[in-house]
C-alpha cells in the first residue's frame, strides 16, 4: 500500500515557474513508477509526465515537453514536477500517482491503469 500527498499548488501568473511535490508513505518507493496528471474542469484526466523508480526513463506529454520537469528523489520518498513558462490552460488539479515498475513503462506511461495509487490532488491556477 502506498498514500501519497501532494502539495506545492497555487495561483500563479502565467510565464512564471511553480514546483508541485508528492511525499509517499512505505520503504520501497524505488520500485514505483511515478506519474503526474491533471484534470481541469469539465475534462478528463490526462497524463502530464512520469518516470521509472530509478528515473532513467522519464516522459512528458507533448504539451508541456522542455516546459516542465519531473524527477524523484527517492532518499526521500518524494516526486517533484517542476514547471516553468506556465500557461493559463495549465490549470488544473494536478494528481501524483504510482504504479509498480513494468517492463513495458515505455509503452503504457500515459495509461491511468499503469498507476494503482493515487493522490488527492493540488490545485494549480494560472492567470493570464
Known amino acids: 500500500q502506498v498514500q501519497l500527498v501532494e502539495s506545492g499548488g497555487g495561483l500563479v501568473q502565467a510565464g512564471t515557474s511553480l514546483r508541485v511535490s508528492c511525499a509517499a508513505s512505505?520503504?520501497?518507493?524505488?520500485?514505483?513508477?511515478m506519474g503526474w496528471f491533471r484534470q481541469a474542469p469539465g475534462k478528463g484526466r490526462e497524463f502530464v509526465a512520469g518516470?521509472?523508480?530509478?528515473?532513467?526513463?522519464?516522459r512528458y506529454a507533448e504539451s508541456v515537453r522542455g516546459r516542465f520537469t519531473i524527477s524523484r528523489d527517492n532518499a526521500k520518498n518524494t516526486v517533484y514536477l517542476q514547471m516553468n513558462s506556465l500557461k493559463p490552460e495549465d490549470t488544473a488539479v494536478y494528481y501524483c500517482?504510482?504504479?509498480?515498475?513494468?517492463?513495458?513503462?515505455?509503452?503504457?506511461?500515459?495509461?491511468?491503469?499503469?498507476?494503482?495509487?493515487w493522490g488527492q490532488g493540488t490545485q494549480v491556477t494560472v492567470s493570464s
Open positions: 518516470l521509472r523508480g530509478s528515473g532513467d526513463i522519464t
Open positions: 512505505g520503504r520501497t518507493f524505488s520500485a514505483y513508477a
Open positions: 500517482a504510482a504504479g509498480p515498475n513494468r517492463f513495458d513503462y515505455t509503452t503504457n506511461y500515459h495509461r491511468i491503469s499503469t498507476y494503482d495509487y
